[in-house]
């Protein structure tokens, strides 16, 4: 399989390229020239499977080029052998045809342990193959940071460099990046915003002249190519654990940087049968704007209780949006052009198609703790704010009583304590055993100016040998 640049002037790249690259060279990000498809047969034959079983049938056609089964199934395995539940990714009921899947249950108690601990044993498995040294940089609004340290820490041929908001995640989101140890682990409070880390993260990749030449740059933010790839896993997980494909399952999804239910658009063109994605966003609605006026553009970012989605420039649209323009990169590039001088206007044609597969609801900080309270009353399920603003918009969203919702719950409710207790809920919320004495441990991260040319500095003057 090979894999193309949204803005259609870089060269076609197998998997194991863009594994290591992240944007392409003409600023585009990479997609699958082709999809693979599952019949219905399939898909129903998928319903015997376990999670890392399911994960290998659809990994599989995406790495075939770069990974022999064997070694992808020992990869895959370790991967989730690491998650604290045997289901990997549980569905909980919460109401009629409403659920929950828990996604978790990994180490970092966040849904990005899926995509990042499997990243990093890909990486590792490329470059000790290699013999290649590499740096990752990364951006972060709370949970990217220490889902990519934890999935990467072990890798002797990676230095990690992670920008975070500085004051503007939640406590244990920081420190369950700050508190781990590694030479190669270097945590960036920049004095900025997620905006701006992402903004030094992009011109970095632009950039690769402030690292040594034989240093490749990779990313670990949802522009990575193989961070979409594992995410299309648990949309099949939950829809064939409901009746799919002899029914169709709709998908709530809280989002801020459109990848993890870009994910999901990629399982329905991959033959699931998914009748709805709900776009679920808080006060910072760059998404739920596109969705209601067709129009994309900046606003000033608010920061909120759920901060993970204060997000106010949505990276991975820019890949719906190849497909809502047929593939076009001459008019994505020109889009994307537009959109650094000001607002952009799509399609009547492009809104059409978007509009038959997505819908959007917008849910403030208020309407968040509210759903909280109100979960917790009708079935005792505590719900974490980013999650609460999922199961708000599958609520709201108006779907038929024959097709089961499923919010993708995408934190643990001990990540975010002021939001809880902000709902009212008086019921202690404690961490996880594996991370109970994360209050007692040593922190160890740096705070820097938002200024590119001090934070690539770091970065040359802190490399391994």
């Not at 199934?73 to 899947?101: E, K, M």
């Not at 340290?149 to 420190?175: A, T, W, Y």
């Not at 896993?233 to 654990?241: E, G, L, R």
């Not at 922190?443 to 003057?461: G, H, K």
Request: glycine share 6%; with cysteine; hydrophobic share 45%.
């Amino acid at each position: 399989m090979k894999y193309i640049s949204t803005r259609g002037q870089a060269p076609a790249l197998d998997f194991e390229q863009v594994l290591l690259t992240g944007l392409a060279s003409d600023g585009g990000l990479y997609v699958p020239e082709t999809l693979p498809q599952f019949s219905r047969e399939e898909i129903s034959a998928m319903a015997g499977m376990d999670y890392p079983q399911l994960a290998q049938r659809i990994i599989e056609p995406f790495v075939s080029d770069s990974i022999p089964p064997d070694d992808l199934r020992q990869i895959i395995a370790d991967t989730y052998a690491v998650f604290r539940h045997n289901a990997v990714a549980p569905l909980v009921q919460i109401g009629h045809n409403q659920w929950v899947l828990e996604l978790f249950h990994g180490p970092t108690l966040a849904f990005k342990d899926f995509a990042l601990q499997l990243l990093g044993r890909l990486l590792d498995y490329v470059l000790e193959r290699r013999q290649q040294k590499v740096v990752i940089m990364g951006a972060t609004s709370g949970d990217t940071g220490s889902a990519a340290i934890e999935g990467c820490k072990r890798c002797k041929n990676i230095d990690i460099f992670i920008l975070h908001p500085h004051d503007r995640v939640s406590e244990v989101q920081r420190r369950q990046m700050t508190t781990v140890v590694g030479d190669n682990i270097h945590n960036l409070a920049i004095e900025g915003n997620f905006d701006d880390c992402q903004a030094m993260v992009k011109a970095t990749f632009g950039d690769r002249g402030v690292l040594p030449a034989d240093r490749g740059l990779v990313a670990v933010n949802s522009i990575n190519w193989a961070r979409i790839m594992a995410q299309i896993v648990y949309y099949f997980y939950a829809a064939v654990a409901l009746g799919g494909p002899a029914r169709p399952v709709a998908f709530s999804v809280p989002t801020g940087n459109f990848g993890d239910i870009f994910a999901g658009y990629l399982a329905h063109r991959m033959g699931l049968p998914v009748s709805q994605l709900i776009i679920a966003t808080n006060r910072n609605d760059v998404l739920h704007r596109v969705m209601t006026t067709a129009t994309y553009g900046r606003q000033s970012l608010e920061h909120t209780l759920s901060p993970s989605m204060d997000i106010t420039v949505s990276s991975n649209f820019e890949r719906l949006l190849f497909d809502l323009y047929d593939r076009d990169g001459s008019a994505v590039s020109k889009l994307m052009r537009d959109f650094d001088q000001g607002d952009i206007h799509f399609s009547d044609a492009a809104m059409s198609r978007a509009r038959a597969l997505f819908s959007s609801y917008r849910v403030p900080d208020e309407e968040t703790c509210a759903q909280i309270a109100s979960t917790w009353q009708d079935c005792e399920y505590l719900l974490d704010p980013h999650s609460a603003i999922g199961v708000k918009a599958a609520l709201a969203s108006g779907i038929g009583d024959g097709i089961p919702v499923v919010t993708l719950a995408t934190a643990h409710p001990a990540k975010f304590p002021q939001a809880i207790q902000r709902a009212g809920i008086v019921t202690e919320v404690a961490l996880p055993l594996h991370l109970a004495d994360l209050f007692d441990r040593r922190e160890r991260f740096e705070v820097l100016p938002r200024d590119l040319a001090t934070v690539q500095a770091f970065m040359a003057n802190n490399l391994g040998a």
